[in-house]
């Protein structure tokens, strides 16, 4: 009796250790397949968030990359902000004031947090501190953001055209389509006259081809003719011929300057009228004495074989003298 009494209790006990043992098992099990080791400590800190889309508890936070926990829980506060709970694994000292970005890693997925650690103190937090929040745009955020302003200049671009169209077709009226049509009828018999007068250019040209390649020969000896001419007066002292021409223009300004003064032979002529005067009656005599020697040679020249008598002087009719 006594030994089966012995068996009795070991095996209770060996059944009540396994059931104990499942037990354990089975909670480490749930707790591992959320994310959590019942055999490492962790620390609690708490974020913020004025939006939180796309973020999911159980989502990873990382530092620098590396997974050191996750998102334990998020609840909408009485503000309507949410208060994000995260787990981190207590190997990992977490500064003070550090901040927690709230991130897409892809255009595809959920979002995740990453924690940007203060360098600028040595103070560690404890768990059920607050951290700093913030959000980093993602690439489909940045893309929307950067195609917006892009989108609202098109909406415009497309309203001016979509008004520039119906003013065209408001003008465009079927008496403005008959114009149209009329002008390019014209144009077109415009270009065939033209072609034709090309035509006829290219036959004159081709004509005259031997005259103007001769007119272009001539042209380049010209040229070259104006070349050495210009080589010429850039060779020839200029300089010199210029101060020559002001010294005379100069010579030539004092000349008239003295007759205007009266001074000099042509001064006195031009100023004083009573020596021009004289002058102009001498050369009067004068012309009255050649005139009388042309009518009475005679006069002057007497040779005479026979003893001819002179004749008597008669005065010219036109003697301004005697009157």
Do not use: H
């Not at 499942?22 to 959320?34: A, D, N, Q, T």
């Not at 959920?110 to 993602?138: C, M, R, W, Y």
């Not at 270009?191 to 035509?199: D, P, R, T």
């Amino acid at each position: 009796m006594p030994k089966k009494s012995a068996l009795k209790i070991t095996r209770e006990i060996k059944t009540a250790i396994l059931v104990i043992a499942s037990i354990l098992l089975f909670i480490w099990g749930y707790s591992f397949l959320k994310g959590r080791d019942l055999l490492s400590s962790y620390n609690k800190y708490y974020v913020t968030y004025t939006n939180v889309d796309g973020l999911v508890a159980a989502a990873p936070v990382t530092i620098n990359g590396l997974t050191v926990g996750k998102v334990n829980s998020i609840v909408l506060q009485d503000d309507w902000t949410s208060l994000v709970e995260l787990q981190i694994n207590g190997d990992y000292k977490i500064p003070k004031n550090s901040v927690a970005e709230l991130y897409a890693p892809g255009p595809i997925g959920g979002k995740q947090i990453a924690i940007l650690p203060n360098t600028e103190t040595q103070d560690i937090a404890v768990s059920g501190d607050f951290l700093k929040s913030a959000n980093k745009l993602g690439l489909t955020e940045e893309v929307s953001n950067q195609i917006k302003p892009i989108k609202e200049k098109l909406d415009k671009v497309l309203e001016n055209a979509n008004t520039m169209l119906v003013n065209i077709n408001q003008v465009l009226d079927e008496k403005t389509k008959q114009n149209l049509r009329g002008s390019l009828e014209n144009l077109n018999a415009t270009l065939a006259e033209f072609k034709e007068a090309s035509a006829t250019v290219n036959g004159m040209l081709a004509e005259n081809k031997g005259k103007i390649n001769s007119t272009m020969t001539n042209f380049e000896k010209t040229s070259a003719n104006l070349s050495k001419m210009s080589d010429s007066l850039a060779k020839a002292n200029i300089a010199q011929t210029v101060k020559n021409l002001e010294k005379t223009l100069a010579s030539v300004d004092k000349l008239m300057a003295d007759m205007q003064s009266g001074k000099g032979t042509l001064g006195k002529l031009a100023k004083d009228e009573a020596l021009y005067n004289n002058f102009a009656k001498s050369s009067k005599e004068l012309e009255l004495l050649l005139q009388d020697l042309r009518l009475n040679p005679t006069r002057y020249i007497n040779v005479s074989l026979f003893g001819k008598k002179n004749k008597p002087y008669k005065a010219p009719v036109n003697d301004t003298i005697t009157k």
